[in-house]
């Protein structure tokens, strides 16, 4: 019995691992096998999963992926996630407000009437 139980969890080890680099989009995870990708807390699971994963198994896969996704979540390098996480919107939104200060700014100095101060020919 004990023997058997073993070998259902080496089984479960190998085609859970097998399919790990389905859900791996390359700098987040997918929340499903039609790449939608995870949002942040469908990530952090994602993580939880795949320790608790090792901790069963010790199959080093689940320890690389568990990793990886680490790595990810420190380091978004995808646009798109930057969009749908909190601190991406703020960091959008300060990058525009910047911008938009500028643009008063040169509306007001270059294109208004202090032009000739600024400029001198």
Not at 24 to 45: E, F, P, R, T, V
Not at 47 to 69: A, G, V
Request: proline share 2%.
């Amino acid at each position: 019995m004990g023997c058997n139980l073993m070998s259902q969890r080496s089984n479960m080890s190998l085609d859970t691992s097998a399919n790990l680099s389905y859900y791996d989009a390359g700098d987040w995870s997918y929340y499903d096998s039609l790449n939608n990708l995870g949002d942040d807390d469908y990530h952090k699971i994602h993580i939880q999963q795949l320790s608790e994963l090792y901790n069963i198994t010790h199959d080093e896969y689940f320890d690389l992926y568990k990793t990886k996704f680490q790595i990810y979540e420190k380091f978004p390098w995808n646009f798109s996630h930057l969009l749908r996480s909190k601190i991406g919107k703020v960091i959008i939104l300060y990058n525009f407000l910047s911008v938009l200060f500028i643009y008063i700014l040169y509306l007001k100095y270059l294109k208004g009437p202090f032009k000739k101060t600024i400029w001198r020919k």
